[in-house]
C-alpha cells in the first residue's frame, strides 16, 4: 500500500493549472450511456475514481478511447449489458449515476446498492424516489437495485433535501423522458450546471440548471457532442489551502473563481490576500500564520463539506479558536483523530469541531481514511515539525490528480513509497 512522506516547513510558491472536476466528470461520463453516438469529452482529470467509472462502462459494452493528448472518446451505440456488479460500485459509489441514463436509455438498469462509505450511510432513496416518480418499476433485492420501464415521464420531484448526484441521476433520466419534469430544491453545484450544458450540447432540453428548480422537456434521442469538463474547484480550493498553512504564495491557472466564492472569502478571513482574473486566482499568506475562522458547510453556493477537512487543518494551526459545523455528512470527522495524533487540539460535540489554533503540530505516522480526510492530513504534513507518513493514499488517488509532483513543483519536500 503507498504511502505519502511529507517533511513540513517548506513555504509553497508557484504556479499550477487545475485539472479537470472530479465530480462533473463522473456524471458526464454516466450521462455519455444517453446518446448511441460518438461522444468526445476533453479535459478529464486522470483520477482512479474516472478509472473506475470508464471500467464500469467498458463492462456495459461502451467503447472508450483515449487519444495521444488524453481526450476521451465514447461509443455507446452497442451496449451489451445493463447491469453494475457489486464489485465495482463498492469502490466508487458514484456509479449509482449509470442508473438513471441506463433507465431512460434501455428501459432496464441492475446497478448495486452503493453501500455507505467512512464518510456515513450514503443513502440512495431520493434516487429511487425519483425514478419511481417517473413511471420506473424499482425492487431491491439480495443488494441489487433493478429498475424497468417501458418509457419514463416527466414528473414533479420535490427533494426533501439537496442531493448533488441525486439531482443529476434525476435530470439524466428526464432528458429522455415523455413530457416535462420538474426538479425541486434541485442542487445548484457546479457540477450540476455542467452536466446539464453537456446533456444541452447533445441535443437535450434543460433549463435553469444551477437554480433550485430546473425543468427539463424530454425529447426522442441525444446526439454526438464534443464537450470539456469544468475545472475542479475542490482540487484548486485544496492547494490554496496547502499554500496557505506554509505562508506561501501561489497563482493557479484554468480555474472559476466564482465556483470559490465561499472558500476564497474564508481564506482572506483567515488573513490571505486573494487576487482573481477570469481563469485564475493568486493567493499570497506573506509567511503569515492564519487566523481561526469559524465555517459550517452547506450546499453549494455555501461553504463545501469538501474542503472541510483541509480547513480542520488550517484551523489546527491558526491563532485562536474557532468551530467547524458539518451539516452534510454525519460521519465526515475521521481525520480529527489522526489530526489529535499530530498534536491538534480539536474537541468534537456532536456536528462541530472545536479547535484550538497551536504554534506547532508535531509530525507523526497517520492514516487517509476518505479522499477529503486524506487532503487534511496532507495540508497539516505540510505545517508540521519533522517527517509525516500517511498511509493508504489510495484514498487521495481517487480524486487528486499526481498530488506529490504538483506539491513537489510547489517546492514541498514530498515523496511516495510505494509499499
Ligand atoms: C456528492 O455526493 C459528491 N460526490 C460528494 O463529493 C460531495 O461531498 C456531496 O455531493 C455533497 O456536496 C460526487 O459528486 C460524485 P448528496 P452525493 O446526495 O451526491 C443525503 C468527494 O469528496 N442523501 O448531495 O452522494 C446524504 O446522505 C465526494 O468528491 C440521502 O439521504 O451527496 C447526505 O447526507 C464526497 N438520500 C446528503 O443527502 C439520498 O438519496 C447530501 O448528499 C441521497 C443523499
Not at 108 to 121: F, M, R, T, Y
Not at 136 to 148: D, H, P
Not at 301 to 313: H, I, K, R, V, W
Request: proline share 3%.
Amino acid at each position: 500500500m503507498d504511502k505519502l512522506k511529507i517533511v513540513g516547513g517548506n513555504q509553497l510558491d508557484g504556479e499550477l493549472t487545475i485539472s479537470g472536476a472530479k465530480n462533473a466528470a463522473l456524471p458526464i461520463l454516466a450521462g455519455s450511456l444517453l446518446s448511441s453516438e460518438v461522444i468526445n469529452l476533453q479535459n478529464v482529470p486522470q483520477l482512479n475514481d474516472v478509472a473506475t467509472m470508464l471500467t464500469l462502462l467498458q463492462s456495459l459494452g461502451v467503447k472508450v478511447i483515449f487519444d495521444e493528448r488524453m481526450n476521451l472518446q465514447l461509443d455507446s451505440s452497442d451496449i451489451s449489458s445493463y447491469c453494475a456488479p457489486y464489485d465495482l460500485v463498492k469502490t466508487m459509489r458514484a456509479s449509482i449515476l449509470v442508473l438513471g441514463p441506463l433507465l431512460a436509455r434501455f428501459g432496464q438498469a441492475k446497478v448495486s446498492l452503493p453501500g455507505g462509505c467512512a464518510i456515513g450511510a450514503r443513502p440512495v432513496n431520493f434516487h429511487i424516489q425519483g425514478l419511481e416518480a417517473m413511471g420506473a418499476k424499482i425492487t431491491v433485492k439480495n443488494g441489487y437495485i433493478n429498475a424497468s420501464a417501458e418509457k419514463l415521464s416527466g414528473a414533479n420531484i420535490n427533494f426533501s433535501r439537496v442531493s448533488v448526484t441525486g439531482t443529476q441521476n434525476i435530470m439524466m433520466a428526464a432528458v429522455l423522458a415523455r413530457g416535462e419534469t420538474v426538479i425541486k430544491n434541485a442542487a445548484k453545484e457546479p457540477e450540476v450546471i455542467d452536466l446539464a450544458n453537456f446533456l444541452n450540447s447533445m441535443g437535450a432540453k434543460i433549463i435553469d440548471a444551477g437554480s433550485d428548480k430546473i425543468v427539463i422537456e424530454g425529447v426522442e434521442t441525444l446526439k454526438e457532442s464534443k464537450y470539456e469538463i469544468l475545472p475542479d474547484r475542490i482540487e484548486a480550493g485544496t492547494y490554496l489551502v496547502a499554500t496557505a498553512i506554509t505562508g506561501g504564495k501561489i497563482r493557479l491557472k484554468q480555474v472559476v473563481p466564482e465556483h470559490l466564492t465561499a472558500v476564497i472569502s474564508k481564506l482572506e478571513e483567515a488573513g490571505a490576500i486573494i487576487d482573481v482574473g477570469d481563469n485564475w486566482i493568486d493567493l499570497d499568506m506573506r509567511s503569515k500564520r492564519p487566523s481561526s475562522v469559524n465555517l459550517e458547510t452547506t450546499p453549494y453556493p455555501g461553504f463545501p463539506t469538501d474542503m472541510q477537512a483541509q480547513f480542520c487543518a488550517l484551523n489546527s494551526v491558526a491563532s485562536g479558536s474557532a468551530i467547524i459545523k458539518e451539516t452534510i455528512f454525519e460521519n465526515r470527522f475521521q481525520h480529527i483523530n489522526e489530526l489529535h495524533r499530530m498534536g491538534a487540539d480539536i474537541e468534537i460535540q456532536g456536528n462541530n469541531a472545536l479547535i484550538k489554533g497551536k504554534k506547532i503540530l508535531t509530525a507523526a505516522p497517520v492514516m487517509a481514511t476518505d479522499l477529503r480526510a486524506s487532503a487534511g492530513l496532507i495540508i497539516a504534513a505540510l505545517a508540521a515539525q519533522g517527517e509525516t507518513v500517511i498511509d493508504r493514499i489510495y484514498h487521495i488517488d481517487r480524486g487528486y490528480e499526481r498530488i506529490e509532483e504538483k506539491l513537489h513543483q510547489l517546492g514541498a519536500d514530498i515523496s511516495r513509497e510505494s509499499g
